[in-house]
Each structure stands twice: as structure tokens, then as C-alpha cells.
């Protein structure tokens, strides 16, 4: 089956199912061609058949009517004919089956008697129900005379059904010519342009809108094709826009998504950079911390798969701090890469050189044992051996190296780590070169940050001891001041003397508050002196990591205010090495100190390797030569020298100079010739404690120091 809009078109030799009639009817009711023919159609018969109907409906009306009289005056004459004999009623009757409109008649007498005549013979039952005859029944006098008659109207009809006849077909030919022309006229003036119409909606719906609908007429259709043309020409101009736009829009998508591919690829470079950037040393190139702990991570768990072993060194420049104070970071950061790439060119490709930060490195060696690991420590060494050329500048560094191996010395890389780092630094403090995991040495060292935390307690608790060595005059036999030495009386082991936990106090930082502790102890132990009448100045040793706390001129100064003090009667000590770390830091410092007026010592002066143009600049109120340069000053014309220079190079300068480890006689006989201000020493005093130091200071002003007697003596 084939279908075409809404036409069907039935094969030959084939039925249409029902279906199929009942819906081709209902489409065809639904049409205009199929209204407006029924339109017709109705209209033609209400006029044409309408008005014949109407006057044989009234003729009908009109014999019924007379016939119904002739009836009532028949039945009148029969009602007579009753009253009177039967030799009377039945000539009557004969008389009116006579008449040819009356088909029968039936009269009830008073007494019950009845007479029935039909014309043409028959019962007279049955053509009293016979519909097409005219029924008259009429009662004389109340229970007298009844009489029934039947008239048949269809005589005095026939003129009147002829004419109908006539009339119909009549309006039958009328309607056979009429309804074609009048369709014939409706589809070509309706119709065919409304198919018009539809074909090029359709055409229109498509897609096609370079075919107008050819209608010229100036009707409501011809306008109607008129606007249906315009709005073609429109929805053209619409697709064209529509057209360009949608090219633009392809254009420019293909544009975006070009600048999406590029923007994409960009972001991947971007991500694989910043990934880059994440996971390497931004200096030397080489992994940081974060990928070192992944892959030392990753070694594990493969170690543990496999049951083999690895191996890492964590390595450290010696002495690399001189470098970058010396020449500048960038030298320094220079001499990272230039190691960074001698320990690349050293391992394997499957062996991982990171940086962990600062000049530290570390090298994980996947398969190795300790000996294997040994082995590349050895080489490391060598590697670093030749000086390094930087722009013409020939420099020399070494390493230590410590070596931890699973899973010997750990089980994660946390421990790994822990074990490599403890073996560098026994390797830095042995200055062995390399040194592999020792675990006494870990317990050492546990031993050593246990120290540190009772350390911190005891300062908690006030349970350390200040001593005091005077410092004594070589000219006028008088004490200028005194050194505040910090002891400390441990429960278990004794005195421990503070060079054993005074550096690993600056190392975990509880130096800050031993620098608190001693610096609120000298402020109350100065006050009671004076309230003895004991008048002096004593000298605190400060730290490098002193110098970098933001908070250490302002706890001065509270020191001060809360006890009352002349800033002249506090001096401060800051090692030559200490200042030289950070000049910078180290010269604002102590020019915001001297502003306070509170005196301000080089302590250890000679090893610090300052330069005369830096010291010209500092602040400082005196010197203290280095011990290792005074107690071989009568055996050692090279030391003597020295001092010499240091003493006459501080009185150039208009600093007073301390000359510290005078054990004996010769030594201060010495100092007393090359021109120094101060000493002091065994030969002078052991440290004192706070209530020996006002008997002590009597004795030297009335003379009877034992070091006087020596002096004299010597």
C-alpha cells in the first residue's frame, strides 16, 4: 500500500477493508471539497425537493380533511339509516360502499345490533387498522347509534403524488447539473489553490523555499498566496542569515576548539610543569623531598615484595656555610648544581639523586647492600674530590655521607631516613667521610634529645646554677666585671658542664629559653649584689640563634627596668662566629643594644675569620682574645704575635681587650707587656659562686688575691 498525503490508492482486484472505507470516509467528511458538497447538496434540497414536499404535504392535509367531513356527513346518513328498519340500513349501506373513497363501513345499533360492509369484500377488522385510510367514527345520541366508516384518500391524492413525482425528478436533474458545475466552479476557484497552498507548504516544510505558489487572483486566496510568497522570500532571507550564521558558528567553533586543543595541550604542559615543579628541586633540577618520599616509599614496598634490600645515602657539604658567607648565595646555589651534576653522572639510571634542601642530598640505591652502598659512598667522595671551577674561582668541598639499608637499619622510610641522617652527622663529627648506621649511636643521640627535655624541665623548674669568673684589671689590680657561666646540677649524672649541652641546646632550640632563664637570674643576682654594696657588671654569652629572636631586645630591656639596672651594668658576649654567620642580622642588633647602652663583647676573637673592614663597623665596647691563642703565648712566638696584633688593632680601633685562659703567672706577665686592658682565667679565679664573689672582690681591692702574690713572685 502506497500513500500519498492523505489520498489511498487501492491495488486493482482488491477489496478495501472496512477499516480502510470507514477512515477514507471520515477524511473525506473532513474536507473541504466533502463539506462543501454536502453543503450543496442540503441546500439544493431544501430548495428544489423542500417546497414540493411542503404543498404535497399540505394537499394530503387538505384531502384528510374533506375526506374527514364527507365521513361525518356519510355517518350522519347511516345513523338515520340505523334508527329506521333493516330493509332501510342495508340500501344505505350499499349506497355508501357505492361511493369509491369508501372502503368500508361498520354501524352499532342501540340495541347491539351491528352491520358491517366492506367494499371489494374482506374483514372489516383488519382494514380498520390499515394506516393509509381515512378513520371517521362518530356516536349519535349518548348509547343510541355508532357508526365507523374507513375512506381512502389515495384517489383524490394521486394528482397531488404525480405533481410531487414531477417535481422530484425535476429537482433531480436540476441537482445532477448543478452540483458538478457548482463543484466543478469550487475546485478550480477554492480547491485548486488551497492544493497549491498545501504543496507548497509542504515543499516549505521540506525544506525548499525557492518554489512560489503561482496563484493571481486578488480574492483572499490570491492574498493569502501572496503573503505565503512573502513569507518564503523572508524565511529565505531567514535561512540565509541562518546559514551564514550557523558557518560563522562552525567557523568559530572550529576556531574554539582549536584554541581548546591548544589551551588543553598548554594545561598539559602547564600540569606536566607544575607537576615537575612539585616533585623537583627548582635549583638543581633534581627530586625534592616530596618525590624522594614517594619513590623511598615505592623502594619499600618493592624491597618487601621481593625480599631484597636497598640502600640510601644522605649526604651533606662540609663547611658550606663559609661558602655562601664568603662569596654570596649565588656561589653558593652555583656549587649545588655544579654537585648536583657530578652525583647524576655518578649513579645508575635507576638509582635516585635527590635534594632534600640546603646542601643536603640524598641517593637511593635500589638492589644495594650496605657494602654496595659503601662502595658508591667511596666514589661520591672521590667525585667531589677535584675543586670546582665557578667563572675562573677554583673551589674545594668535601661530604659526609651516612648509609642506612633495609631492612637493616629501618622497615619505612621515615626510619631509613632517621638511620642515614644520624649516620651523616657521626660522620661530620668523626669528619670520617662516610659512616653506616650504628644503632649506639642512635641511642646516643635519643639519649642526647632526652637530655634536651630535661633540659627544658629543670629551666622550668629554676633547677640550673649561674657561677661567675671575674674579669680583672692588669693595670689598676681591680675587678671590672664578671662571666656568668651556667652550670647544671643533674639528678642522675652529676655537674654537667655546659659544653655538653649548650650546642645541642642551640641545635633544638632551647637555647631561647636558657637565654631567658640566665639573663632574669643575672638581673636578680646583680640587685641583691647591690644590696650588699656590691657594685659590678657581669656578661652573658649570647647565640647565634639569639641574635635571630625578635623578642631578645625587648626582654633586655625588661631585664633592666625590672631590676633596676644601669644598662653599663649588663655586657653581652656574641662569638666572632656567631656574627659572621649573618653580619647583617648580627650588626642590627647590637646597634639597637648599644642604643640601650648596654655593653656589648666579641667573645673568641682570632677564629671567627671577620674582616677589620666589618669590625670597624660593629658596635662593640671590647675584644676577647681566643684561649687557644693566649695559654701557648711563652712557648709559641706565633701566638704571641697574634695577640700582639689583636691588642694593638682593638686600641686602634678604641676597644678594650679581655685576654680569657690565663692559668699561670708567665702567661699574664705577658699580656701585662703586650698592653692588655683585662684577663681572666684559672690564674685569676675559678668560677665563683654568687655568695663567694663579695669576699672575692674584697681581697683583690685590699691586695690579697693569690694571682697578686704569683705576680709579685713571678
Avoid at 36 to 41: A, D, E, K, W
Avoid at 105 to 121: E, F, Q, S, Y
Avoid at 680 to 691: E, I
Amino acid at each position: 500500500m502506497r500513500m500519498s498525503g492523505t489520498d489511498l490508492r487501492i491495488p486493482r482486484g482488491r477489496a478495501i477493508p472496512p477499516g480502510n472505507r470507514r477512515r477514507r470516509g471520515a477524511v473525506w467528511r473532513r474536507s473541504l471539497g466533502g463539506r462543501f458538497l454536502l453543503l450543496v447538496i442540503a441546500v439544493l434540497v431544501l430548495a428544489l425537493v423542500g417546497p414540493a414536499s411542503w404543498r404535497y404535504a399540505w394537499d394530503a392535509s387538505r384531502v384528510n380533511g374533506e375526506l374527514t367531513g364527507k365521513g361525518l356527513r356519510l355517518a350522519a346518513v347511516a345513523a338515520r339509516a340505523a334508527t329506521a328498519t333493516d330493509a332501510e340500513l342495508d340500501p344505505t349501506l350499499d349506497v355508501l360502499l357505492a361511493d369509491g373513497e369508501v372502503a368500508y363501513v361498520r354501524v352499532v345499533a342501540g340495541d347491539g345490533r351491528v352491520m358491517d360492509r366492506v367494499a371489494g369484500g374482506g374483514d372489516v377488522s383488519r382494514r380498520r387498522r390499515m394506516p393509509d385510510l381515512v378513520h371517521v367514527r362518530h356516536q349519535f345520541g349518548p348509547g343510541l347509534v355508532r357508526v365507523e366508516l374507513g375512506l381512502d384518500p389515495r384517489p383524490r391524492l394521486a394528482a397531488a403524488a404525480a405533481e410531487f413525482q414531477g417535481q422530484l425528478l425535476y429537482a433531480g436533474l436540476a441537482m445532477a447539473v448543478i452540483i458538478p458545475l457548482l463543484v466543478l466552479v469550487y475546485y478550480r476557484q477554492v480547491l485548486r489553490p488551497l492544493g497549491l497552498l498545501i504543496a507548497g507548504y509542504r515543499r516549505v516544510a521540506r525544506g525548499n523555499l525557492d518554489e512560489p505558489v503561482h496563484i493571481h487572483r486578488r480574492d483572499e486566496l490570491g492574498r493569502l498566496a501572496q503573503a505565503f510568497n512573502r513569507m518564503m522570500v523572508r524565511l529565505r532571507r531567514v535561512q540565509r542569515d541562518k546559514d551564514r550564521a550557523l558557518a560563522e558558528l562552525r567557523e568559530l567553533n572550529r576556531h574554539l576548539e582549536a584554541r581548546v586543543a591548544d589551551r588543553t595541550r598548554r594545561l598539559e604542559e602547564l600540569n606536566r610543569d607544575l607537576e615537575h615543579q612539585a616533585l623537583h628541586d627548582a635549583l638543581t633540577g633534581l627530586p625534592n623531598r616530596t618525590l624522594i618520599q614517594e619513590r623511598l616509599q615505592q623502594s619499600v614496598l618493592e624491597a618487601k615484595r621481593h625480599r631484597r634490600n636497598f640502600s640510601v645515602l644522605m649526604m651533606d657539604l662540609d663547611r658550606f656555610k663559609d661558602v655562601n658567607d664568603t662569596l654570596g648565595h649565588d656561589w653558593g646555589d652555583r656549587l649545588l648544581v655544579e654537585v648536583a651534576h657530578r652525583l647524576q653522572a655518578l649513579v645508575r639510571e635507576a638509582d635516585t639523586v635527590g635534594r632534600l634542601g640546603g646542601d643536603e642530598f640524598l641517593v637511593i640505591l635500589p638492589e644495594a647492600d650496605t657494602e654496595g652502598a659503601v662502595q658508591v659512598a667511596r666514589k661520591v667522595l672521590e667525585a667531589l674530590e677535584p675543586a670546582f671551577n665557578l667563572e675562573g674561582m677554583q673551589l674545594a668541598v668535601s661530604a659526609s655521607i651516612g648509609i642506612a639499608s633495609f631492612p637493616e637499619h629501618g622497615f619505612s622510610p621515615s626510619t631509613l631516613l632517621k638511620s642515614a641522617d644520624v649516620a651523616m652527622y657521626g660522620a661530620k663529627h668523626a669528619r670520617e667521610g662516610w659512616r653506616v648506621y650504628q644503632f649506639d649511636s642512635d641511642r646516643n643521640d635519643r639519649d642526647r634529645l632526652g637530655l634536651m627535655s630535661e633540659l627544658r624541665e629543670a629551666i622550668r623548674r629554676d633547677a640550673l646554677q649561674l657561677v661567675y669568673q671575674p674579669k680583672v684589671s692588669l693595670e689598676g689590680d681591680a675587678v671590672v666585671g664578671l662571666e656568668a657561666l651556667v652550670r647544671w646540677p643533674h639528678p642522675r649524672r652529676g655537674m654537667i658542664p655546659p659544653d655538653e649541652f649548650i650546642g645541642l641546646a642551640e641545635q633544638t632550640g632551647v637555647v631561647r629559653p636558657l637565654t631567658a632563664w640566665v639573663l632574669e637570674t643575672v638581673g636578680l643576682q646583680i640587685h641583691q649584689w647591690r644590696g650588699l654594696g656590691v657594685d659590678t657588671s657581669v656578661a652573658v654569652n649570647l647565640s647565634v640563634y639569639n641574635l635571630q629572636d625578635a623578642g631578645l631586645i625587648e626582654h633586655v630591656g625588661q631585664v633592666l627596668e625590672t631590676y633596676d639596672l644601669h644598662p653599663g651594668q649588663l655586657t653581652l658576649e656574641i662569638t666572632e662566629s656567631a656574627i659572621m654567620q649573618d653580619p647583617k642580622q648580627a650588626r642590627e642588633v647590637l646597634v639597637r643594644l648599644e642604643a640601650m647602652g648596654v655593653r656589648l663583647s666579641i667573645d673568641d676573637f682570632g677564629t671567627g675569620y671577620s674582616s677589620l673592614s666589618y669590625l670597624k663597623r660593629l658596635p662593640v665596647d671590647e675584644l676577647k682574645i681566643d684561649r687557644s691563642f693566649v695559654m701557648d703565648m711563652p712557648s709559641n712566638r706565633d701566638d704571641a704575635a697574634i695577640v700582639h696584633s689583636i691588642i694593638n688593632l682593638a686600641h686602634n680601633l678604641g676597644v678594650e681587650v679581655i685576654a680569657e685562659g690565663v692559668e699561670d703567672a708567665a702567661v699574664m706577665n705577658l699580656l701585662l707587656m703586650l698592653g692588655c686592658d683585662y684577663v681572666q682565667g684559672y690564674h685569676v679565679s675559678r668560677p665563683l659562686p654568687p655568695g663567694a664573689v663579695p669576699a672575692f672582690m674584697q681581697a683583690v681591692a685590699s691586695g690579697s688575691a693569690d694571682y697578686l702574690l704569683a705576680r709579685a713572685s713571678a
